[in-house]
Every structure is written in structure tokens, then in C-alpha cells.
């Protein structure tokens, strides 16, 4: 209807899952990079999740247009299905002939399938999408499939997708040996303000003939509010604002206009954004609810332990956790994935829930907390878990199996005496190459200012840079792999994980340069006691070539410019360049001559090569140039 008023081809809004609007946000790309990861290593379950509308579908089928020739995928979006109908469809999927129709003899017609795949190095994929309708029957039948293995790997990988739910499913006591299985976990995040900005200006750029309609931004509040970030709301909403705008033949999308079609909606019964049940919530009323009937029944007093518990419930003062041993989520990667780096750093300042602070923030008076405080201790004793204090017979337990630190790794340490430093070839013959990785990355973290806690299951990813880039993402902090020389090194002044190799060792060892004094190289944390030092000659006949460099988006400039970007990042560089004192450079969404120039020049300082391009390199050495930003050096 208002197509050609706008100038679109089609409509930009339409709620199919086109896969050419895929938008990636950086829980979207996160997503996609866990199935890329799942794919390489080829293993196990994968399970991502995601709230109703938040884009599932649509990263599901460009995963699958993605995929190269040697792999091979079905892809099943209609699960309810029995444990021998899925066989069927799976095997229809595949373009497996059968002509039996017990459910032995379509697994076995399955697995001649996957043979002959395995014989032609194919990988082989099943993807099933709304997987939270799958029975648990169907779930045990899946979780048999993945037993088609040779000696050395399994012959399928097994994709779920599915609302949040799914997640607690597959964590069921039923479904425990399924839920060991996932090596891989993700749940999509809805787009935080700025990516919905960015979503609804995507789309109709991939959907106009000719570019100039634009959303002002009073338009986007009401919107993103009304959203919250969900991609399928914010499709039903600008459409519903594009025919409201073409109803009264504006070509401007203004905040009045947002606001008139979502009151429209409003009074159509249209829901906004989906809210999740509070099961935590529920939990507790229930336990409350029936703990009291108990009493009443009974005609019995509630325990000192119950009375402290309830009182503590009553006033929001205990929180109910996750037991220790809940498979941990890869979400848990991704610290609040669609927000701003600011707001990632701000929450590493977040401290533990502790009793105090909650009580604090909820303003109880200080005789109320006193009283509070003292049934805690007796809380404690009846060993009832509060948040931020571990039970004295779980610290131990509790602290190793939930994170390693550099005291966890004391065992590893060749030299215990810290003091003064030792040569580069004499520590390579005695580190523990099977630490180094981690112990690299908390030095070069720390040079950075920026603590990390690695997941228990990262430990087992056989990917260095995966590894690397997973563990720093949640902090805002990035990785870039590169292959270099020292003096290139020198040059970009900045801390870098280097890929060494000992004498007589295949498997890489990890050292984090930190330092360049004079003619020397120094590794480690510039806090620690002892420092490994080194020649370039030395470090040479070790190393690689190849070095992980951290460095922090601190301007959120995304994709390679021009090539890759969006025109507010474009603007971003060229309020940097000017306050670099390139002053020619004009304030607008053009990638012109005069920004290249100034890049190429940028580039030519540093010895970066000099393509005019804006990627990883150029924007680590565009924030060196700014001093307000805070980044560690090789070199004063």
C-alpha cells in the first residue's frame, strides 16, 4: 500500500524470517559465532535460545545459507512430532530412501547415510527449530541419534532451538543425560536502544530503491520503549507507523506520528514487549504459601530455621539461587550482550549480592536490619544458603569448581621464588604449557585494568582464539589475531599474547608481552615479582609469529569502514579525526577523500599497511592517538 509512496521495493517490515534482513546485533553475532564454533568442532548438542520474536527463525536459516559445501543440513521447523515420525522426517530431510517403517530400520537406513557423508568428509547437521515443543520422548530419541558415532567422532550435530523454556527442559532430572550432552549454550538478548535505531533504519535501507527516508529520533524512544528491543514487535510497529505517516502523506517519520500508531495498537489489543513469568517469584510464594499451611494444619510453631528464612524472604533480603551444579549457560558469556561497552565496564564494579548491600538498597531501618542481621547468623547455621556467604563446609568446594585464579595455578609455577627475573629460554623449559593460556590472559587483562573469570567449560575448547575472545567479550574487551613481527609490535604499543613454542613442543605456550625496555622484552604482569625477559633473537626463534592483541571499541565504531559499517560509525571517525586536528575532514555520513587521506596518513605513522581502510588495527591505533583513552603501552 505504501510502498511506492516511500520508494520501497517491498516492504521493509514484512514479519517472514528473511534472511536478507538479517540484522546482527551483538547478541545476534554472538549467536552466530557459537554455531560457527559448534560447527568447526563438530560434537555434542548446541542449544540457543531466545524469547519470542527476538529473531531466532531468521539467524536459523542464515546459518544454514551459509554453510559451505562440506556440510550438509536438515532442517526441521514443526516438532511435534512422535519419536518414529521425526526419524521419518529427519531421513525425508536428508533425501534418505526407506522403504521400513520400524523405527530400527530408519535409524540404521540413517546411519548408512551418515557413513557415506563421513567417507566424503561431509559434515552432517539437524537443526530443529521451536525445539521447546519437542516431548521428552522425542528428546531421549535425539539424544540416542547423537550415540551414531565412529571411534573417534560423532557422525551428526544436533542444533536446538527454542523459547527459554527449552532450557529448562533439557535440565529436567528426566533429561539429565541429554543436558550433560550440550557443549555449547547461548540465549539471544533483545537489541538495546541504539541497535533498534539501527535495526529499523537497516531494514529500510535493504528495502528502498533509493535512500532517504529516515526514522527521526524522537520516533525511535517510543518505539524501542514499546518494543523493548524485540524484533518482531518493532517489525508490527513500524509498519503500523509507515501507514500511519502515509495515511496523513508525511514523508518524515516523527516522534507524534510513533506515538499515534502504538496508541493505536494499544487500543487494537496488540501486545508490546513479552514478559517472562518471575518463576523465582512463584517459587518462593509457593514454599511460602505451603509452609504456612503446614503450620496451620498441624497446629505445630515454625521452626527457628523456617521463621529466619521466611523473615528474610519477607523482607527481600534472600534471594533464590541456582544450585552449584546447573549447567552453565553460554548466555553467562555474554554479559547483557545488546548493552553498551560503558555498561559492561560499570558492571564489572558490581560486587556479589551480599546481605548488606541489598538491605542498604532496600532502605530498612536500622533497627529492622539489626534484627535481620542476627537471624541471618542463625540462618547460616541452619546451613540455609545466602547469597555472597558460602557455607563453611562449601567455600573450598565451592570457590575451585566455580572459577580458576592464578592461586588455583600455583601448582604451575616453575620458579616459586618471585624475586628478580629470569631468561625467556630458561622459563620455556619449565612452564606448564597447559596453563599458559590462562595465565597469559589474566596478564594481559590485568595491564588492561580488567579482571577476568573464566567459565569452567571454556577450559576445554580446543580454539586458542576462541578461547581468548569468549572469556574477554563479556568485558568489553576484544581480541585480534595477528600475524606480525616485533618491530610491528613495537610500533602498535600495545600488550600482546604471543604464540611461542618450546623446544621439542607441538602445542603452543602462551606469554604475554608487556613491557619493552631498552633492547629488552619483558613478559608477565608488571606487578608481579619476578618477569621474564628476553632478546628479540631469542623471542624470535620461539615465537610464531602469531599474537593476540586486547583492545577496547571505545567509540563502539563497528564493521570495517567504508566497506562495512553504518553511517553513525562513519560519523563517530570523523569526530575523532577532528579532534586528532584533521580539521578538512567534514561532519557527515560520507566516507570521502579527506577521511581517507587522514586514515592513510594515520596508518603510514604506525607502519600499519596503508589501504584506507578502517578495521581492528587502524581503530587501536586511532583510540592511541586520543590521550583521554586509557590504554596500557609497550613503550613510555
Known sequence: MYEHFFGFKEKPFKLVPNPDYLFLSKSHEEALAHLNYALSQGDGFVEITGEVGTGKTTLCRAFLENLGEEAIAAYIFNPKLGPRQLIKTINDEFGIKYAADSTKDLIDDLNRFLMQQK?????????????????????????????????????????????????????????????????????????????????????????????????????????????????????????????????????????????????????????????????????????????????????????????????????????????????????????????KEEDAAASENYSDNTVEDEAATASIEADRRRSNETELHAAENTLIQIPGRDNPENTTETNQSTYISRQDEAEYDPEPDRSGRIELADYLTTMDIRASRYSALEDAMELWQTPIEVQPYLYNLDDDQAFFRLTTKPKGVFIHRIETSLEMLKRLNLPAIMELFPTGSEVPAYLTLSRIENQSFIFGSLDQNKLVVSGADQINSYWSGVAYLPWKNFLSISGTIPKQSNKDSIITLKLLLHELGYNEVAINDEYDKWTRLAIEEVQARYGIPVDGFVGPLTKMILYQEKESFEMPGLID
Not at 566424503?120 to 519437542?134: F, G, H, P, S, T
Not at 541429554?178 to 547461548?186: A, C, K, M, N, V
Not at 518493532?234 to 499515534?260: E, M, Q, Y
Not at 494444619?297 to 533480603?317: M, T
Open 119 to 339: 567417507t566424503q568428509r561431509k559434515k552432517v547437521i539437524l537443526l530443529i527449530d521451536e525445539a521447546q515443543n519437542l516431548s521428552k520422548t522425542v528428546l531421549e530419541q535425539l539424544r540416542l541419534l547423537s550415540n551414531l558415532e565412529t571411534r573417534r567422532e560423532k557422525l551428526i550435530q544436533i542444533i536446538l532451538v527454542g523459547q527459554p523454556e527449552l532450557s529448562d527442559i533439557l535440565d529436567s532430572h528426566e533429561l539429565r543425560q541429554l543436558g550433560q550432552r550440550i557443549t555449547l549454550r547461548y540465549q539471544l538478548s533483545p537489541l538495546n536502544a541504539q541497535e533498534t535505531a539501527d535495526y529499523i533504519q537497516y531494514r529500510i535501507d535493504i528495502a528502498s530503491q533509493k535512500s532517504g527516508l529516515k526514522f527521526d529520533r524522537a520516533a525511535h524512544r517510543p518505539i524501542y520503549k514499546y518494543s523493548q528491543g524485540i524484533p518482531r514487535v518493532i517489525n508490527i510497529v513500524c509498519d503500523r507507523v509507515l501507514l500511519t505517516a502515509f495515511g496523513l502523506d508525511k514523508h518524515r517519520i516523527t516522534g507524534k506520528i510513533a506515538r499515534d500508531a502504538i496508541k493505536e495498537l494499544k487500543s487494537r489489543g496488540v501486545p508490546g514487549k513479552f514478559t517472562p513469568v518471575n518463576w523465582r517469584k512463584i517459587a518462593v510464594f509457593g514454599v511460602v504459601v505451603l509452609v504456612l499451611l503446614t503450620s496451620t494444619i498441624f497446629h505445630r510453631p515454625l521452626s527457628k530455621g523456617i521463621q529466619v528464612w521466611f523473615n528474610l524472604a519477607s523482607n527481600g533480603l534472600l534471594k533464590i539461587t541456582a544450585p552449584e551444579d546447573t549447567a552453565i549457560s553460554a548466555t553467562d558469556i555474554s554479559d547483557s550482550a545488546g548493552a
